[in-house]
């Protein structure tokens, strides 16, 4: 049975779980919902999300919220020890849940001020410093790993890139302009074939 992704558009919060589906070769078709039609808050809708929000994605009798549970599911189950790493490898399996995690948990979390708390000049101003100010924290975390290596595990390319690299294009001016690990890291993201072919750039 083949995998149905429910979405917005190809940018919103879909486009990791596409460009992963892609990356593996796993089929799927896009079930596209138009906000202004009511279409996230149908009863139909709802019963696959109660909070009326994307993605979701149906498995077979797996129905799934949350981006970054959608992507660790996925990648354990149609690429468990190659995008995903085993269990098995402990040290390198948690580094790889943190990154999944700290994606949306951490930084996208912050990012997505940008969108809502930018009513006034005045709260703008309050909000892109703030953003700007914990894009600088998280940096000390992503550069001297990024610095060093192609991908954010030591292992090679992973889902954990994935996440990251769909997210961190949302503060382009705080995390990738001027960075050149970070810039270095994005271009080789965005030329992935796989995420050419789920449009997420
Ligand atoms: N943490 C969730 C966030 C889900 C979320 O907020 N998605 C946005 C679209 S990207 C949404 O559905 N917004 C509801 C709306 O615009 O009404 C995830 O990563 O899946």
């Given at each position: 049975m083949t995998i149905k992704i429910y979405s917005m558009a190809y940018q919103d919060r879909s486009d990791r779980v596409r460009w992963l589906l892609?990356?593996?070769?796993?089929?799927?078709?896009?079930?596209?919902?138009?906000?202004?039609?009511?279409?996230?808050?149908?009863?139909?809708y709802r019963s696959l999300n109660p909070m009326g929000r994307v993605p979701t994605i149906v498995d077979g009798d797996i129905?799934?919220?949350?981006?970054?549970?959608?992507?660790?599911?996925?990648?354990?189950?149609?690429?468990?020890?190659?995008?995903?790493?085993?269990?098995?490898?402990?040290?390198?399996?948690?580094?790889?849940?943190?990154?999944?995690?700290?994606?949306?948990?951490?930084l996208e979390c912050?990012?997505?001020?940008?969108?809502?708390?930018?009513?006034?000049?005045?709260?703008?101003?309050?909000?892109h410093d703030y953003v700007k100010a914990q894009c600088d924290i998280m940096k000390l975390a992503l550069i001297p790993i990024l610095s060093k290596q192609d991908y954010i595990l030591s292992s090679?390319?992973?889902?954990?890139?994935?996440?990251?690299?769909?997210?961190?294009?949302?503060?382009?001016?705080?995390?990738?302009?001027?960075?050149?690990?970070?810039?270095?890291?994005m271009k080789r993201m965005m030329e992935k074939e796989s995420a050419v072919r789920a449009k997420v750039f």
């Open positions: 892609e990356e593996m070769n796993v089929p799927y078709t896009d079930q596209f919902l138009n906000k202004d039609k009511g279409e996230m808050n149908s009863p139909d129905v799934l919220n949350e981006s970054a549970a959608i992507c660790i599911y996925l990648a354990d189950k149609y690429a468990y020890g190659k995008l995903a790493p085993k269990i098995e490898d402990t040290k390198l399996r948690a580094e790889y849940t943190k990154w999944m995690i700290f994606s949306t948990a951490s912050v990012i997505a001020r940008m969108f809502t708390h930018t009513s006034t000049p005045e709260e703008t101003k309050v909000t090679g390319f992973s889902a954990a890139d994935i996440m990251l690299a769909a997210v961190i294009p949302g503060a382009h001016e705080y995390l990738v302009q001027g960075n050149s690990a970070i810039e270095a890291y």
